[in-house]
Protein backbone atom coordinates (compact mmCIF):
# COMPACT_ATOMS: atom_id res chain seq x y z
CA UNK A 1 0.00 0.00 0.00
CA UNK A 2 1.34 3.58 -0.73
CA UNK A 3 0.44 6.78 0.60
CA UNK A 4 -1.24 8.60 -2.65
CA UNK A 5 0.06 12.20 -1.56
CA UNK A 6 4.04 11.24 -1.21
CA UNK A 7 3.80 7.59 -3.41
CA UNK A 8 6.00 6.14 -0.32
CA UNK A 9 4.66 3.04 1.56
CA UNK A 10 3.51 3.22 4.74
CA UNK A 11 6.72 1.73 6.32
CA UNK A 12 8.83 3.97 4.31
CA UNK A 13 7.11 6.85 5.76
CA UNK A 14 7.66 5.48 9.21
CA UNK A 15 11.49 5.28 8.38
CA UNK A 16 11.30 8.68 7.11
CA UNK A 17 9.80 9.87 10.02
CA UNK A 18 12.22 8.41 12.54
CA UNK A 19 15.14 9.92 10.31
CA UNK A 20 13.42 13.53 11.09
CA UNK A 21 13.44 12.62 14.92
CA UNK A 22 16.29 14.55 16.29
CA UNK A 23 18.09 14.15 19.94
CA UNK A 24 18.67 17.53 21.46
CA UNK A 25 21.23 17.20 24.37
CA UNK A 26 20.71 18.26 27.61
CA UNK A 27 17.18 20.04 26.60
CA UNK A 28 15.28 20.86 28.62
CA UNK A 29 17.47 19.95 31.35
CA UNK A 30 20.69 18.69 31.97
CA UNK A 31 21.41 14.42 31.15
CA UNK A 32 18.12 14.96 28.97
CA UNK A 33 18.61 13.85 25.82
CA UNK A 34 15.16 15.45 24.26
CA UNK A 35 13.54 13.79 20.82
CA UNK A 36 12.59 16.75 19.11
CA UNK A 37 10.04 15.52 16.18
CA UNK A 38 9.58 19.35 14.86
CA UNK A 39 10.98 18.55 11.78
CA UNK A 40 8.20 16.35 10.59
CA UNK A 41 5.87 19.58 10.23
CA UNK A 42 8.26 22.50 9.78
CA UNK A 43 10.07 20.68 6.74
CA UNK A 44 7.80 18.04 5.89
CA UNK A 45 4.25 18.18 5.83
CA UNK A 46 3.39 14.51 4.29
CA UNK A 47 4.78 12.96 7.27
CA UNK A 48 2.79 15.19 9.47
CA UNK A 49 -0.04 14.28 7.35
CA UNK A 50 0.46 10.61 7.28
CA UNK A 51 0.87 11.10 11.39
CA UNK A 52 -2.36 11.92 11.83
CA UNK A 53 -4.44 9.74 8.96
CA UNK A 54 -2.64 7.17 11.33
CA UNK A 55 -3.69 7.97 14.35
CA UNK A 56 -7.44 8.41 13.53
CA UNK A 57 -7.39 5.01 11.27
CA UNK A 58 -7.68 2.61 14.43
CA UNK A 59 -11.08 4.49 14.87
CA UNK A 60 -12.30 5.50 11.95
CA UNK A 61 -15.27 2.81 12.01
CA UNK A 62 -15.70 3.18 16.02
CA UNK A 63 -14.65 6.81 16.77
CA UNK A 64 -14.63 7.81 20.56
CA UNK A 65 -17.06 10.54 21.84
CA UNK A 66 -14.14 12.95 22.74
CA UNK A 67 -10.64 13.42 21.75
CA UNK A 68 -8.41 14.87 24.66
CA UNK A 69 -5.11 16.53 23.35
CA UNK A 70 -1.79 16.77 25.96
CA UNK A 71 -0.56 19.90 25.94
CA UNK A 72 1.62 21.34 23.95
CA UNK A 73 2.83 19.74 21.29
CA UNK A 74 -0.16 16.97 21.49
CA UNK A 75 -2.39 19.76 20.45
CA UNK A 76 -0.94 19.56 17.11
CA UNK A 77 -2.05 15.96 16.43
CA UNK A 78 -5.37 16.26 18.67
CA UNK A 79 -7.20 18.89 16.87
CA UNK A 80 -6.95 17.42 13.33
CA UNK A 81 -7.35 14.02 14.52
CA UNK A 82 -10.59 15.18 16.21
CA UNK A 83 -12.19 16.46 13.45
CA UNK A 84 -10.97 13.68 11.23
CA UNK A 85 -13.18 11.81 13.72
CA UNK A 86 -15.58 14.04 13.70
CA UNK A 87 -15.66 14.38 17.69
CA UNK A 88 -15.16 17.27 20.17
CA UNK A 89 -12.09 18.07 21.67
CA UNK A 90 -10.67 18.48 24.84
CA UNK A 91 -7.65 19.98 25.94
CA UNK A 92 -5.25 18.41 28.53
CA UNK A 93 -3.45 21.81 30.25
CA UNK A 94 -1.00 22.76 32.56
CA UNK A 95 -2.46 24.16 35.95
CA UNK A 96 -3.94 27.77 35.68
CA UNK A 97 -4.41 27.74 31.92
CA UNK A 98 -7.92 27.14 31.78
CA UNK A 99 -10.66 29.77 32.32
CA UNK A 100 -13.41 27.70 34.04
CA UNK A 101 -13.44 25.05 36.45
CA UNK A 102 -11.21 22.07 36.11
CA UNK A 103 -10.28 18.84 37.16
CA UNK A 104 -6.56 18.45 38.54
CA UNK A 105 -3.95 15.95 38.96
CA UNK A 106 -0.27 16.05 39.63
CA UNK A 107 1.73 13.87 37.86
CA UNK A 108 5.88 13.37 37.01
CA UNK A 109 8.01 13.01 34.00
CA UNK A 110 11.24 11.57 32.78
CA UNK A 111 12.70 15.24 33.47
CA UNK A 112 9.99 16.86 35.69
CA UNK A 113 8.53 16.47 38.63
CA UNK A 114 5.25 18.10 40.42
CA UNK A 115 3.76 18.76 37.32
CA UNK A 116 -0.63 19.40 37.20
CA UNK A 117 -2.58 18.93 34.65
CA UNK A 118 -5.79 20.18 33.89
CA UNK A 119 -9.03 19.67 31.94
CA UNK A 120 -12.55 21.40 32.69
CA UNK A 121 -14.93 19.92 34.59
CA UNK A 122 -17.68 19.78 31.77
CA UNK A 123 -15.64 19.28 29.24
CA UNK A 124 -16.06 15.37 29.51
CA UNK A 125 -19.76 13.60 30.76
CA UNK A 126 -20.23 10.00 32.96
CA UNK A 127 -19.50 7.28 30.64
CA UNK A 128 -18.21 9.07 27.19
CA UNK A 129 -15.48 7.07 25.18
CA UNK A 130 -12.34 9.13 25.28
CA UNK A 131 -9.41 8.54 23.42
CA UNK A 132 -6.25 10.44 24.70
CA UNK A 133 -3.89 12.29 21.59
CA UNK A 134 -0.24 12.71 22.25
CA UNK A 135 2.78 14.25 20.33
CA UNK A 136 5.24 11.91 21.99
CA UNK A 137 4.65 8.77 24.61
CA UNK A 138 8.51 8.99 26.89
CA UNK A 139 8.07 8.30 30.28
CA UNK A 140 4.26 7.86 30.25
CA UNK A 141 4.02 10.15 32.94
CA UNK A 142 1.27 12.88 31.12
CA UNK A 143 -0.43 9.68 29.38
CA UNK A 144 -1.01 8.51 32.53
CA UNK A 145 -2.32 11.88 34.41
CA UNK A 146 -4.66 12.63 31.49
CA UNK A 147 -6.06 9.22 32.11
CA UNK A 148 -6.78 9.91 35.21
CA UNK A 149 -8.43 13.11 34.16
CA UNK A 150 -10.69 11.17 32.27
CA UNK A 151 -11.86 8.77 34.83
CA UNK A 152 -12.27 11.68 37.72
CA UNK A 153 -15.06 12.67 35.17
CA UNK A 154 -16.52 9.46 35.44
CA UNK A 155 -15.73 8.53 31.97
CA UNK A 156 -13.76 5.81 29.68
CA UNK A 157 -10.49 6.21 28.47
CA UNK A 158 -10.03 3.56 25.40
CA UNK A 159 -6.69 4.44 24.44
CA UNK A 160 -3.70 6.28 23.87
CA UNK A 161 -2.75 7.21 20.36
CA UNK A 162 0.88 9.09 20.20
CA UNK A 163 2.82 9.60 16.95
CA UNK A 164 6.16 8.78 18.39
CA UNK A 165 6.94 6.42 21.21
CA UNK A 166 10.29 6.67 22.78
CA UNK A 167 11.75 3.34 23.47
CA UNK A 168 12.17 4.76 27.02
CA UNK A 169 11.70 2.02 29.70
CA UNK A 170 8.42 1.84 31.34
CA UNK A 171 6.38 4.04 30.11
CA UNK A 172 3.50 1.40 29.46
CA UNK A 173 4.37 -0.29 32.77
CA UNK A 174 4.07 3.03 34.43
CA UNK A 175 0.40 3.11 33.10
CA UNK A 176 -0.26 -0.39 34.18
CA UNK A 177 0.80 0.08 36.94
CA UNK A 178 -1.15 2.80 37.69
CA UNK A 179 -4.29 0.38 36.93
CA UNK A 180 -4.19 1.87 33.07
CA UNK A 181 -3.54 -1.27 31.08
CA UNK A 182 -4.78 1.14 28.11
CA UNK A 183 -4.31 0.03 24.41
CA UNK A 184 -1.88 2.10 23.06
CA UNK A 185 -1.57 3.15 19.17
CA UNK A 186 1.99 4.54 18.75
CA UNK A 187 2.56 5.20 14.72
CA UNK A 188 6.66 4.95 14.80
CA UNK A 189 8.87 3.90 18.06
CA UNK A 190 12.10 5.33 17.91
Not at 36 to 61: G, K, Y
Amino acid sequence: MTSSASGLTPQELRRAIQAAVRVVADFPSPGVNFRDISAVWERQPHLFRFLVDELARPHLHSPPDIVVSIESLGHLFGAPVAYLLHCPLVLARPAGKLAGATHRTSYAMSYANNKELEIHTDAIQPHQRVLIVDDVLASGGTAAAAASLVETAGAVCIGVGCAVEIGYPGARSLLRQAGMDLPIHAVVQV
